[in-house]
């Protein structure tokens, strides 16, 4: 067997495969919205244990944790991006959304209403997160 027909026997057999629907663009802004609120929130519990570090004041756990968060947030916008863990998500980002909407402060409602929206838009694409490719026995 020479090289080249291998070459043409792997080319043949990943033709085989089927592809993902492609991605929808409210998968895209859902994902968007989450790994950039995940980022604003690092980014604020840093400068709020920088600042107790200046004032000398213990960093409490709630700052540590508010910190974790927002990296859950990243992570979670990472996976659904690709097609992953859209049911963690969508529980996650619904209390995170209660809660923020309960906050009654701006940037708290601003947050909330973002946070509804991807979950409105997360369960609006179910059925691409659902795809399986179909079984090459039949259906």
């Not at 097609?83 to 529980?91: C, H």
């Not at 209660?98 to 509804?116: C, N």
């Amino acid at each position: 067997m020479t090289q080249g027909s291998t070459s043409g026997a792997r080319r043949a057999a990943a033709g085989d495969k089927v592809a993902r629907p492609p991605r929808p663009a409210l998968v895209e802004l859902a994902a968007a919205i989450l790994v950039v609120g995940g980022v604003l929130s690092i980014l604020s519990s840093i400068e709020v244990v920088l600042t107790l570090g200046q004032q000398g004041q213990p960093v409490d756990a709630l700052s540590l944790l508010s910190l974790a968060i927002g990296l859950g947030f990243v992570v979670l916008g990472v996976l659904a991006r690709y097609g992953r863990a859209w049911l963690v998500a969508v529980n996650v980002v619904a209390v995170a959304a209660f809660l923020e909407l309960i906050s009654a402060t701006i940037i708290g409602l601003l947050f909330g209403a973002l946070d509804v929206f991807v979950v409105l838009a997360l369960f609006w694409e179910r059925p691409w997160f659902q795809w399986r490719p179909p079984s090459p026995n039949g259906p």
